[in-house]
Structures are given as C-alpha cells and as structure tokens.
C-alpha cells in the first residue's frame, strides 16, 4: 500500500531563512504527489504537484520541491520564508494513481518567527 | 465560481444525532471526495464518488453514508454521532480522476460531538 512520512510535526524558521519541510513516500509505481497548504481555518489549497519526468517543481509563492526516486523524497523548500507562509503543510500521493483517493501524510506545522 | 461550498462551517451534535454535512461544487467535476482531518494524522478518506449514481468507501467509511444524486452535491449523513466523529471534515472535487490532477477543497466543517 503507498503511503507518505513527513518528518517533523512543527518546523519553526525565522523570516528570511530556508525553509525545507520533508517528505518520503512509498510507492511501487511512479507515484503522483502533491504538496498542499492549509491556512488557520482554510481548506487546503494546492502548492505544487510532481510532473512526471521532472526532478524540480516550482509551486506557488515561491515554493519549490525536488522529486529523488533514489531516495523515494519529495522535499518542499523555499529559499527565503515570509511570515505568511505560516501554515500547515501536506505531502499527498494519490492512491493507485486516482486523484480523488489521496493519501496525506500527518502534515507540517511551519512557524516562521520575525 | 464558488468552487467547492460546504455547510454548515461549524456545528455541535449530541451523541446519538444525526446530520448531514452539504457539499455542492460548481465546476461540474465528476470526481469528489470527503475527508476527516484529525490532530497528528493528516486527512483520511471517508468515502468518495466517481459520478452520479456511484460511491465506494475509502479507508474510514464507518459510521458514514453518502449518496451522489446529482453531479453539483455529495452530501455526508451521520447516522448516529459518537464523540470519535469530532473531527474536521473537508470534501473536495476533481475533474478526472488519473494524474496528477488538481483536487480542489471546501472550507471544511468544524464538527464536535458531546
């Protein structure tokens, strides 16, 4: 069955510096990922999601995420965090490639301090 | 466009009432899906549809009806509410269901049982 890690429940940056939340998934075929974003009381919006062939994905607001097949990753960074990337994030991969059936992992936290 | 609308956005039900969550998109997508969102799990499927007239259970199904009568709604019935259905709910729609196609979401339903 695939599934999705994502390491750290809360990711705390201060404005300005990297951000890089990660995720890991398992998949015995090419998987169909997604980066998602909720903000405090919002529905999830959808940052980027992997296209197949490609190792770079630009998303929204500055967002970006490199896909490792070796490594089986799909980490999310930006290079400089605003405070209103202030959020929670959600590494997805749709189950048995149906969009209408995602898994999520537990979701990232980010806080991104002044 | 209103995309995907659901009601009630909060509601407090008594253990053993029933409710039905709305959901009603207007992008005539044939794909849509409800999820439960709880703390330190990520979302879960609760049940989704392919098309008027078809559902199937996802991977949290208990306790939860659905019907699919029309293309534009998916309602979500509780049956009778026990506490371990305090949850979010989020419901969302897709136009195809392969790929990596978009799922776009509802605000979400605050929902609480005591």
């Given at each position: 069955?695939?599934?999705?890690t994502q390491?750290g429940?809360?990711?705390?940056v201060?404005?300005?510096a ?13 998987p169909y990922?997604?980066w998602?974003?909720?903000?405090p009381?919002?529905?999830l919006?959808l940052l980027?999601?992997y ?7 630009k998303?929204?607001n500055?967002?970006?995420a ?7 990753s ?9 405070m ?5 994030y ?8 149906a969009?209408n059936?995602l898994?999520f992992?537990t979701?990232?936290?980010l806080?991104?301090?002044? | ?5 659901q009601t ?5 039900l008594?253990?053993?009432?029933s ?14 899906s ?14 989704y549809s392919?098309?008027?007239g ?7 199904p ?11 709604d ?19 729609s ?5 790929g990596?196609t ?7 339903t ?5």
């Open positions: 069955a695939q599934s999705v390491l429940s809360h990711v705390s201060s404005e300005g990297l951000v890089l939340l990660r995720c890991n998934y398992s998949s015995s075929v090419p990922l997604f998602y974003v909720q903000y009381n919002q529905g919006q980027l999601k296209t197949t062939g490609a190792t770079l994905v998303g929204i500055g967002f970006e490199e896909f490792k097949k070796s490594e089986t799909f980490h999310l960074t930006k290079p400089s965090a605003h209103s990337d202030a959020a929670e959600f590494c997805a991969v749709s189950d048995s490639g969009t059936k898994i992992g979701g990232t936290l806080a991104v301090q002044p | 466009n209103a995309g995907v609308t009630p956005k909060f509601q407090v008594k253990t053993g009432q409710m039905t969550l709305q959901c009603a998109q207007d992008m005539n997508h044939e794909y849509m409800w999820y439960r969102q709880d703390p330190g799990m990520g979302l879960r499927l609760i049940h392919v098309g008027a078809i559902t199937d259970q996802g991977e949290v208990n306790g939860y009806n659905v019907s699919r009568s029309t293309t534009e998916f309602p979500l019935r509780l049956l009778s509410a026990a506490p371990s259905q305090t949850s979010v709910y989020f419901c969302a897709s136009y195809s269901q392969t990596n978009e799922a776009f979401f509802g605000q979400g605050r929902l609480t049982v005591v």
